[in-house]
């Protein structure tokens, strides 16, 4: 599978190019809180506009029902102004032909910004007239937009059937390290935690026959003991969650590729915690760690592997008492990356632990893109990619 990227294409001086982002960015008081979606889309504009091509740039914010101004690109267009050091013309209005006609003003390296994508339902509904409209302002269309390449809306999807289509550097990165994960360096040890046991469970049956071992921990775990009839009290499960456990299973016995935790750290109503056997847990109980016996395992599986995936945290990390098996294995990770294995870490909280843990930088690919992620890895549908693979 090979990506067609934006680098490749020769003549791009004069260019209109439609390029999609996915500065999806929080604002606080009207100013970008946190701006590393946009540091991520740098590479791609400072090429682009070293190739003197004319920038129209795109990106959606939040999920807007129609145009509301909290959600304005306004903010996003200032902040990119500054990081890229030349101008940005904000397009505040909507209509086609008036951007059209900014657009036919720029000079070569120039940019303009649109609002927000989401403002026109258009957008969510993938609808034809919507990307032919934005399609009709460029020669040109590049998607860097990975994190929302598993929805089907109008710029990421639709738009491609008019214009030619083009990957942009930061998706072609993304996907060149998923793919390290899809033809993985043996042994393959996945790590899962976190919760939504129904959006991660495509990925553990598609990676299942390459994995060497599946390391469960996190809310997760607890669909398992329940499954296998074991009290958990107040723990946090998913109801619908029997049918997917079951191909686990046979009869009784868990498939070897699957670990479970061994010990697990438990709060009762009174806030009293202990560490316990998952077997053994109390009906006044919550499990919100993975126990020390369970990381010493998981550690030793991890020193094994040549490529690493963790995606979910292995507890309720966020409170102070239930972080511990969470850093653990963030630790492990990140310390069995960078050359020895490859590691993957993805995920919102699962980053948001790792950045806790100070070791992100030996971790070789980190995703912020969850869902999509999830979805590629999975083998789900992807919209974006369409077309753009060959
Ligand atoms: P990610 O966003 O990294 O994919 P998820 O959204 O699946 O991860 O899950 C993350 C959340 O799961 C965290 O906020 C964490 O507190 C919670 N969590 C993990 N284990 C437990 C548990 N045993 N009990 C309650 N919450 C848990
Ligand atoms: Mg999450």
Redesign the pocket.
């Known amino acids: 599978m090979k990506i067609r990227s934006i680098d490749k294409v020769k003549n791009l001086s004069g260019r209109a190019v439609f390029l999609r982002v996915d500065f999806n960015v929080p604002l606080e008081k009207g100013r970008v809180k946190e701006d590393h979606k946009i540091k991520a889309g740098l590479e791609t504009i400072e090429f682009l506009v070293a190739q003197g091509a004319r920038l129209i740039i795109a990106t959606h914010l939040g999920e807007p029902k129609g145009l509301d101004r909290a959600y304005s690109i306004k903010p996003v267009a200032a902040r990119l102004r500054t990081l890229l050091k030349r101008p940005v013309k904000f397009l505040s209005f909507a209509e086609i032909e008036k951007i059209r006609a900014a657009v036919a003003k720029l000079e070569p390296g120039g940019i303009v910004m649109l609002e927000n994508l989401r403002f026109n339902q258009g957008e969510y509904d993938n609808n034809p007239a919507f990307a032919k409209s934005l399609a009709s302002l460029a020669d040109i269309y590049v998607n860097d937009a990975f994190a929302v390449c598993h929805r089907d809306q109008a710029s990421i999807s639709a738009i491609k059937k008019y214009i030619p289509a083009y990957a942009g550097l930061s998706l072609a990165k993304e996907l060149a390290a998923l793919n390290k994960i899809l033809k993985p360096k043996k042994p393959l040890v996945i790590v899962m935690?976190?919760?939504?046991i129904n959006?991660?469970a495509p990925l553990i049956a598609k990676l299942f026959p390459s994995a060497s071992q599946i390391l469960i921990?996190?809310?997760?775990?607890?669909n398992f003991f329940k499954y296998q009839g074991w009290e958990i009290g107040h723990?946090?499960f998913d109801k619908d969650s029997v049918a997917i456990v079951k191909k686990f299973f046979s009869g009784r016995k868990l498939n070897a590729k699957i670990k479970l935790p061994l010990d697990v750290v438990v709060r009762n109503q009174r806030g009293k915690t202990r560490v316990v056997s998952p077997s053994a847990v109390g009906r006044d109980e919550?499990?919100?760690?993975i126990g020390p016996k369970t990381i010493a395992v998981y550690a030793a599986e991890i020193r094994l592997a040549k490529t690493l995936v963790w995606?979910?945290?292995?507890?309720?990390?966020?409170e102070k008492s239930f972080k511990h098996g969470t850093l653990a294995i963030a630790s492990l990770i990140a310390a069995r990356s960078s050359g020895r294995a490859y590691g993957l870490v993805?995920?919102?909280?699962?980053?948001?632990a790792l950045k806790l843990s100070k070791m992100e930088e030996y971790v070789d690919w980190i995703s912020t893109a969850?869902g999509a992620m999830?979805t590629y890895l999975g083998g789900g549908k992807m919209p974006g990619l369409k077309g753009l693979l060959s």
């Open positions: 935690g976190g919760a939504k959006t991660k921990g996190g809310a997760l775990a607890n723990s946090l919550t499990i919100l760690d995606n979910g945290p292995m507890g309720k990390f966020e993805g995920g919102g909280e699962t980053v948001e969850g999830l």
